[in-house]
Structure formats: C-alpha cells, structure tokens
C-alpha cells in the first residue's frame, strides 16, 4: 500500500514558504504521495438559500493545485502528486487538460488526478459553470481528458463540449491516473465505470467507508472490469494520536486498500513544522 500526505492547505494562511517545506519534508520521510485540496473561491455560508454545508468559507486559504504541484515538480524527485480532489466540473476541461499534460511531463510522470463534482453552488455560478449539471458533466470531462490525452486531433461533440477537430501538444507520454471522489451512489457508479480508482473520506473506517469500499467493487464488477486492478485511496480522518492512524491504515490495507493519506488539519497546529513532526511519528509507526 502506498501511504501519503495531504497538504493542510486551510491551516498556514497561504505561505508559500510552506509549501516548500512540507513538500521537502514529505519526500524526505519517505512518503510516497502528497494530495492537496481544490477551491478555486470561498463563500461566505450566511443567510444562503440553500444553506452551504461543505466545511470551507472565504476565510479558509487555498492554493491551486496544479500551480503548487508545477513548483513542487521541481524541488522534489519521487513522491507522486495527487489532486485530492479537484473540483473538476467547475473547471473548463480542456485547460484542465493542459494543466495536468504539464504538471505530468514537468514531474517526470508523477500527476494522479483526484476528482469530484463539488459542493460550493456559489463557486460554480462565480466560474460560470452549471452547479446542477455538474455530476453528468464531470462524466463527459472524463471522456474528454482521456481523448485528449491520447489522441493528436479529436472532433467531438456532447451535452457539455464541442472540439472541432482540435488536440493537444504536446501529450502526456503515459495515460495519467485519474481517482474519483465522492459520498452517492452515483459517484460510486460513475468511478466503477469511468476511473481508475476511488478517493474515500469519513471519520469511521468499519460504519462508512468499507461498506462504501464493498459498494464499488460491485460496481466495478458489474462494469465488466477486474477489481483486483481499481484503486482505493482513504484519507484518514483526523486524530491526535499517531499510534492510531497508523492502526487506521493498517485495518485499511487489510481490507485491500492501496492507498492511505494522512490528514494533519483540525489538530491545532499553527506552524508547518509542526504538521511535519507529527507526519515523521505516523511514518515511523508504519514502516
């Protein structure tokens, strides 16, 4: 199982300094991958109709992925970069498309690219896309990226796109990963037939995110594909206890996890050195 990093992009007010340091260190103690969060605008959360439920307001700072993974491509060797999750129909696909070709060359291969469909309504309508189309959206971006990626010119017409005999150049030089994110059965759906793996999040491993774990594997099953080659990647939930996101990693792996990463946000910590400290004790409890 590979174990990684998320970088707690709400926790160190934007320093870029920060990024530099955390990326060193994740490489250096011999993690294998650093996901980072995507929101592109935060929104106020008072008096909305409908309410925003998702955890994040204008007050929480984030970097764009694919701009930080063009920096961290360059001052790190190994560790893979994973968008954990990108925000992806919010986005126009085919710059997505570009911006993930480069990040992936630039690192010497090394891009897997997390997506989902959202939940900040206010974002979407500020990026000028459609918030209630964005689930059958993202399937056809997916469609669209995997064109791109492979072919020199595509003429493609769908609900959502029209490329009129256009490509890219240059193109990836390997097929780039791409893992969905999500909570319905839709999105466990949609990744089963589409993806090549799935990012799973929740706070209990055994109520939620196995069941949901067994739930894609059946779907995956019923697309005609081979689970034993679909990824599962668990964000590990928060704990101050080293000892025990190690044991949640474990349990993880066992049940046929290949991915595990370890979130440092929501334990106090103000400095990046901090976040770095307690990533060292997990990896030292899971060598």
């Known amino acids: 199982m590979q174990v990684g990093a998320i970088y707690p992009q709400t926790e160190l007010g934007g320093d870029p300094a920060a990024v530099d340091q955390i990326g060193r260190a994740v490489e250096a103690l011999g993690y294998d991958y650093l996901a980072m969060f995507d929101h592109v605008a ?13 955890p994040y307001t204008e007050n929480d700072p984030f970097h764009d992925p694919f701009v930080a993974f063009g920096y961290l491509a360059g001052i790190t060797e190994r560790i893979e970069l ?18 993930a070709v480069d990040v992936d060359l630039l690192s010497g291969g090394r891009l897997r690219l997390g997506i989902g469909i959202g939940w900040n309504y206010v974002e979407f309508e500020a990026l000028g896309e459609d918030f209630h189309a964005r689930g ?43 893992y969905s994110g999500g909570l319905s059965e839709a ?10 793996g799935f990012i799973f999040g929740g706070s209990s491993l055994e109520e939620r995110v196995l069941p949901a774990w067994r739930q894609v594997q059946e779907y995956v099953r019923e697309a005609g594909r081979n689970p034993a080659g679909f990824g599962a990647d668990y964000q590990v939930p928060t704990t101050v206890d080293p000892t025990a996101v190690a044991d949640l990693m474990r349990r993880w ?17 103000t400095t990046a050195q901090q976040h770095i400290d307690f990533l060292a004790e997990v990896r030292e409890r899971v060598r």
């Open 42 to 54: 935060g929104a106020e959360h008072a008096d909305r109709d409908p309410p925003l439920w998702g």
């Open 82 to 99: 994973v968008t954990g999750i990108l925000v992806l129909p919010q986005r126009q696909t085919v710059l997505v498309a570009r911006q």
């Open 253 to 269: 792996e066992d049940a046929g996890g290949t991915h595990a990463a370890v979130r440092t946000m929501g334990l106090g910590f």
């Open 187 to 196: 999105a466990y759906r949609r990744a089963a037939r589409l993806c090549d």
């Open 136 to 178: 059958k959206r993202m399937a056809e971006q997916i469609e669209v990226l995997r064109k791109l990626w492979a072919e020199p010119v595509i003429d493609y017409t769908g609900a959502f796109h029209r490329i009129a005999r256009a490509g890219l150049n240059p193109r990836p030089a390997r097929p780039i990963p791409i």
